[in-house]
């Protein structure tokens, strides 16, 4: 765990202090060793560790299976299996066309940015003339989209009938100093919700709001903390988080919204508050990323985001 928050603080493309990298290693130490004991109480409470790994690796074995001839593998930011290692293995085997996904569906310097930076400093590094073909935002898939519909209107149907469901819409947060720079989150945020709520026709209550927020700096909003206090008290409404930066569970869905939110959602006197399913490694999301990958190798980008075209270097 320690080495993890080390590894994710002393990134200075997905997190920019603003400092030299040698003050932001040891800024990165100081934090890792503080934060650790509290955050491995939370991994204890959600039964020991993360399933975002092994998740991830079994979601990859589906879709070589989906994929005739093509290998699929996994490269990780701040915790194995690496990048770096995913692409020293690329240059062993001399593979040197490789069509990456990140498993994010919005495309930021936070996410995307920085693995696509480690992806390409690892092959410079090398000498390998790694030639990767990046689709850096997919979340306006039209497969996507009607899968993760479905997903919201079974969670919709949970509700007592007595309730009127509100949809909020998380997403991770981000600084707001990262939208200055051009990062285009908050925007496809945005279109995403847009599109969901076209997707399903909800014709309720609904809004977006932002967690994991880190730090003293201004990031972006509301939190979800803000929104839940807006409910206070109404004990008619049924409120419903849907996740939308996330496709796997992990620690900011099984702890920060399964537990600690929803511990403030009763304490609000909220009857009814619950969270829309990540995909994980399901054979239904399998089977979209393997066609929407196969669209993007045969044919031109079927949506705006299309293949990166830009680089996120390290501010020095």
């Known amino acids: 765990m320690q080495d993890f928050l080390y590894q ?27 934060r650790a004991p509290s955050i491995i109480d939370k991994y204890q409470e959600i039964g020991g560790g993360s399933p975002l790994v092994p998740v991830t690796q079994a979601l ?78 997919w979340y306006d898939d039209p497969g996507f989209l009607k899968l993760m519909g479905t997903q919201i209107l079974n969670e919709i149907l949970r509700v007592p009938d007595h309730l009127d469901p509100t949809l909020l819409f998380c997403a991770h947060s981000i600084p707001e100093s990262y939208l200055q720079e051009g990062d285009p989150y908050k925007e496809q945020v945005e ?12 014709k309720s209550e609904a809004k977006i709001c932002y967690q994991s ?28 988080i849907v996740p939308i930066s996330f496709v796997g569970d992990h620690i900011e869905t099984l702890h920060e919204i399964d537990i600690e939110y929803a511990a403030v959602a009763k304490d609000l006197g909220i009857e009814w508050f619950s969270r829309v399913g990540c995909f994980n490694a399901s054979d239904e999301f399998a089977q979209v990323l393997a066609e929407m990958i196969e669209r993007n190798l045969n044919n031109s980008p079927q949506h705006h985001g299309g293949f990166i075209r830009r680089d996120f270097p390290p501010r020095m």
């Open 213 to 240: 927020k880190v730090g003293p700096a201004k990031w972006i909003g509301p939190s979800i903390s803000e929104i839940l206090n807006s409910y206070r008290g109404q004990d008619s409404r049924a409120l419903i």
């Open 8 to 34: 994710l603080f002393r990134d200075r493309v997905g997190i920019r202090l603003g400092l030299p990298g040698f003050l932001q290693e040891g800024l990165a130490k100081i934090i890792s060793r503080r």
């Open 60 to 137: 990859a074995k589906k879709l070589q299976n989906r994929l005739n001839g093509c290998r699929v593998k996994v490269g990780m930011r701040y915790t194995a299996p690496w990048i770096e290692d995913t692409v020293l293995s690329y240059a062993r085997e001399n593979v040197r066309d490789v069509f990456v996904l990140p498993l994010y569906p919005q495309d930021s310097l936070a996410t995307t940015g920085t693995a696509v930076f480690a992806l390409r400093q690892a092959a410079a590094d090398l000498d390998f003339p790694l030639n990767p073909r990046i689709l850096n935002a």
């Open 191 to 202: 279109d995403y919700v847009s599109l969901l709520i076209r997707q399903i026709r909800w």
